[in-house]
């Protein structure tokens, strides 16, 4: 039998925005397993912009809280309330449309395993996992004097 962690409730709004690698893009986490390689985390993206191109090794599900977005390979456009699913194997490159910078695009993401992040040439710049996930929010903590919360289910 698969081992599922004790039911919780985790209040978003007590845990901070970390940084992801620019000052236009922030996550919370939220909840991370490392025994499955998943996480769940907010997505806020400040102004309008590429935010990065990726591959997924495993599912996405996505739903949108607030601003609009679309991925340059697909032809749709995500906007408040949309649901969104991703494939594995799924390469896209998020745009964020926001339109007042007041209301930041923000969207729930749960990520079923690696994301593989490219640069400008394709190549393969960075690997995002469970781990690193929850890496960036214990240093953003530490660098920050706040004592991480307990997310790790
Ligand atoms: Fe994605």
């Known amino acids: 039998m698969t081992e599922h962690a004790p039911d919780f409730l985790v209040q978003?709004?007590?845990?901070?925005w970390v940084p992801q690698g620019s000052n236009n893009v922030w996550f919370k986490p939220i909840r991370i397993n490392l025994k499955k390689?998943?996480?769940?985390?907010l997505l806020k993206v400040a102004r309008s912009g590429?935010?990065?191109?990726?591959?997924?090794l495993a599912e996405v599900e996505g739903w949108v809280l607030q601003g609009k977005w679309h991925y340059i390979e697909h032809d749709w456009q995500a906007s408040p309330g949309a649901y969104v699913y991703e494939?594995?194997?799924d390469v896209h490159t998020l745009v964020a449309d926001?339109?007042?910078?007041?209301q930041p695009m923000l969207t729930l993401f749960s990520i079923h395993g690696p994301i593989e992040y490219m640069?400008?040439?394709?190549?393969?710049a960075y690997v995002e996992t469970a781990e690193t996930k929850?890496?960036?929010?214990?240093?953003?903590c530490k660098e920050a004097g706040i004592e991480p919360a307990d997310i790790v289910f």
């Open 12 to 16: 978003t709004a007590d845990l901070p």
């Open 37 to 41: 390689g998943t996480w769940v985390n």
């Open 50 to 56: 590429v935010v990065n191109r990726h591959r997924h």
């Open 87 to 89: 494939p594995p194997g």
């Open 98 to 102: 926001v339109e007042d910078e007041s």
């Open 119 to 124: 640069d400008a040439d394709g190549n393969l």
């Open 134 to 140: 929850l890496k960036r929010y214990t240093d953003y």
